[in-house]
């Protein structure tokens, strides 16, 4: 969270993923979702705004003739909504042009969700989505091979149309949803995520607890006082051996 | 005369004659940067405010640590005998890092701040060339390893007349006052043992931000300001207590009486030494991912590191002029005039300290005003009274009383206008390091005027001291 403040404060360009890797959540905190007209799967229509007035809203993006990751993410998103408190909205968005009101409706179904539990699922506009892809580094590519669209797994956390957090993958764990949605209630998150492998770290973060544990970075914060202790203990020991001055004449060089 | 001591008298006149040519000219920067706050329109430039704050800040802290150490040093050589040589060598260094980091900054434009937050200076996105950095980061390098070579070099000499355990004043602790041991011993020795750690620290966040540039490894932001808050928040700390030793040292000639250690002075200095290294926590409030323990541990460390050691200092000041006959000459008035300062800044500072309460001021100009409270009407007034003596020790004569005087009036009003206007914005929630404020907080550009008005008093207050403190000691440099 950190770092990503810092990317934003030094302005580095928005890179869009490669598309075989799943967008990097520092690069995206705090955009402005777009407000795009949506058709819901009761056939009547919402601005992505109204979705998102009042309430935290959680963003997934779907396609219903998924044979990989869509249904497992929304049943996970399920699961871990099952367990969050605090109210909250969820928003899975269609990509696929062919999809229909009565698609998405069926998939509703099939996960077990349903509109009055906070659950929408809609299909927004090829022109709209890509506005939204945009901003959100979501990606997804026809495979004329496996007649399947490739796509990574992604839910957003959205607070007051911005996104707050972001998490990319096949599973939501219930801590993260938990810790996400604290934040939109203005508790700090203590996670730090930092990008690739980070040789020492200060503390290690454990989402389920929430508590932070020692890392050998923090043994390294300590390192300085050390090194001048023993430092200052070694030249003391030299300087003992050769004692010139005697302290009983007087206080002054003599 | 002794070789050897004359030797010591001209290196420090040498270091003393450099901080009165490098004070005033980061002061005409101070004042540049200030007055791009005081336009009410963004400046055509902005990244210039950046590379003039990095070098004001980076020339402050270094001037005032090395005068600082440059006088103790001075007045050490009363009890034993730093090298003279290493003087000269850390002068030269010096010298050269200052060079190094006048290129960066003014003609490279780096401007990460004095204190380098990583991954910043990395990452300049177009506003300096890599070239920058690496001239910054040689600067920190050479700066760090001559001061260290000097902290020890002072840390062996007095270890020839004193066990660490003397030098740290431990047997005060107990009933014993024997052997004597005078406070700037203690206060050095504790203060150069902190430096060492601060500067060990800086040596780590180099190799760090070398190995993440080299692409060798990713780092952790959250260590990297840790390690550079070590460094940055002791080496300013330090200055301060060395600035300190030299009036515990010099202001008793003044009033007649003698300031000896004694059991409490003793546990008020000796204690800094473990405090030190936690009250930099305070530096680190907003970062939550650093866990609320350390946050508290932060907050008291900051509180016992400043209370016992003013409080002590204070009363001691009171004591020694009280019922005394004074000797009042600039030199013994900016003494006290800057324990004053010490105090008023240090007060701000524990207040900053207080999580709560920094939850609210952090990144505000309360920040920069309770620093420079006690840099400007504190740290500046020590070294500026110890020329003063040292040139008045070395090249006799008297000005017209009512001009000295007049001179201190100057630095008095003009320092203490100046933070006014910071601590004014402060407490109005303007941000600091701004180049130019937004809408909202604009009145901040008109509290930045007034500060002109008072930065040109300061100014006017450094030209006559200049007159007679300087030439004083260029002509005891030449004589
Ligand atoms: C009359 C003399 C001085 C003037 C006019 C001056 C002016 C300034 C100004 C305008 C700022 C920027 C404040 C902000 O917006 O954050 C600043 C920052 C700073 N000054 Fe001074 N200053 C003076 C003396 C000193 C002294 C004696 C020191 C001693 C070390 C000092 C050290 C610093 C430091 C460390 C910063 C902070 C830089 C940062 O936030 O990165 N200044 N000064």
Redesign the interface.
């Given at each position: 969270m950190r770092t990503c403040v810092v990317l934003l404060i030094l302005g580095l360009p928005m890179a869009l993923p490669a598309p075989d890797s799943p967008p990097i959540e520092d690069q995206y905190l705090y955009q402005a979702l777009p407000d795009v007209p949506l058709k819901l799967s009761d056939g009547s229509e919402a601005r992505l705004s109204q979705l998102s007035s009042g309430k935290p809203l959680l963003v997934t993006f779907v396609f219903t003739r998924c044979a990989g990751i869509c249904s497992p993410l929304l049943r996970s998103l399920k699961g871990a909504a099952a367990k969050a408190e605090g109210g909250f909205r969820i928003l899975a968005i269609s990509f696929d042009p062919r999809d229909t009101p009565a698609d998405l409706s069926a998939l509703a179904a099939h996960v077990g969700v349903a509109q009055k539990q906070g659950w929408n699922f809609a299909i927004a506009a090829p022109a709209d989505m890509q506005r939204i892809a945009k901003v959100t580094g979501f990606w997804f590519q026809w495979d004329s091979t496996s007649r399947q669209y490739d796509h990574p797994g992604l839910v957003l956390v959205v607070d007051r149309g911005r996104i707050l957090r972001m998490r990319a993958g096949g599973t939501v764990p219930a801590a993260f949803l938990q810790e996400a949605l604290e934040e939109t209630r203005g508790k700090l998150a203590k996670s730090y995520p930092l990008p690739g492998k980070v040789a020492f770290r200060c503390f290690q973060y454990d989402p389920a607890t929430g508590e932070l544990a020692f890392d050998w970075g923090a043994v390294l914060m300590l390192l300085p006082g050390g090194v001048a202790i023993v430092l200052a203990v070694v030249v003391f020991r030299r300087g003992r051996t050769r004692v010139r001055i005697s302290m009983k004449n007087s206080l002054m060089w003599p | 005369m002794d070789a050897a001591m004359d030797r010591i008298r001209r290196v420090t006149l040498v270091w003393m004659i450099t901080a009165l040519v490098l004070f005033p000219a980061m002061t005409l920067l101070g004042y540049l940067i200030r007055r791009f706050q005081a336009s009410p329109t963004p400046a055509a430039h902005p990244e210039w405010f950046y590379s003039l704050l990095t070098l004001h800040a980076l020339g402050m802290v270094g001037t005032w640590f090395v005068s600082s150490m440059a006088g103790v040093s001075y007045l050490l050589?009363?009890?034993?005998?730093p090298s003279p040589a290493v003087s000269l060598g850390a002068f030269f260094g010096t010298l050269a890092g200052v060079v190094l980091v006048c290129l960066a900054t003014v003609g490279g434009f780096f401007g990460a701040g004095w204190y380098f937050l990583f991954?910043?200076p990395l990452?300049?996105?177009g506003a300096w060339p890599a070239w920058a950095t690496a001239l910054f980061f040689g600067a920190l390098a050479l700066l760090g390893t001559s001061w260290l070579v000097w902290a020890?070099d002072v840390?062996?000499a007095?270890?020839?007349?004193?066990?660490?355990s003397a030098?740290l004043c431990l047997h005060y602790l107990g009933a014993s006052t024997e052997?004597?041991v005078?406070p700037i011993v203690l206060i050095t020795?504790v203060s150069l043992?902190?430096c060492?750690?601060?500067l060990?620290?800086a040596v780590?966040v180099l190799v760090?931000f070398a190995a993440h540039w080299a692409g060798w490894?990713?780092?952790?932001?959250?260590?990297m300001k840790?390690?550079t808050f070590?460094f940055g928040h002791t080496l300013v700390n330090i200055s301060l207590y060395l600035g300190l030793g030299i009036v515990y040292e010099v202001l008793p000639g003044y009033a007649g009486r003698p300031w000896k250690t004694n059991r409490i002075v003793a546990m008020a200095w000796s204690s800094i030494l473990f405090l030190v290294?936690f009250a930099y926590f305070h530096h680190l409030y907003m970062?939550?991912?650093?866990?609320g323990w350390v946050q508290t541990l932060g907050q008291i460390a900051s509180y016992f590191l400043s209370l016992p050691a003013a409080a002590v200092t204070i009363f001691g000041v009171l004591n020694l002029i009280y019922g005394a006959s004074m000797r009042w000459t600039p030199a013994s008035t900016l003494f006290v005039l800057g324990v004053l300062g010490w105090a008023i800044g240090g007060v701000a500072a524990v207040i900053d300290a207080t999580v709560a309460v920094n939850f609210v001021f952090h990144n505000t100009l309360w920040v920069p005003a309770h620093f420079h409270t006690y840099f400007l009407a504190g740290l500046v007034f020590f070294v500026l009274g110890f020329i003063d003596h040292l040139g008045r020790e070395l090249s006799p004569g008297e000005e017209p009383k009512g001009l000295s005087k007049f001179t201190v009036a100057l630095l008095v009003v003009g320092a203490y206008g100046f933070v006014a206007t910071f601590y004014w914005s402060g407490a109005s929630s303007v941000p600091r390091r701004f180049a130019a404020y937004p809408d909202e907080v604009m009145r901040g550009a008109a509290h930045a005027r007034t500060s002109l008005v008072f930065i040109h008093v300061f100014l006017l207050g450094m030209i006559l001291y200049l007159w007679m403190a300087g030439r004083r000691c260029v002509r005891a440099l030449f004589s």
């Open positions: - | 050589s009363r009890y034993v005998r991954p910043l990452y300049p996105n020890l840390l062996r007095i270890s020839q007349r004193y066990s660490l030098a052997p004597e005078p020795t043992i902190v060492i750690s601060g060990v620290s780590i760090l490894l990713n780092v952790d932001a959250l260590l840790n390690l070590l290294l970062d939550f991912a650093q866990p």
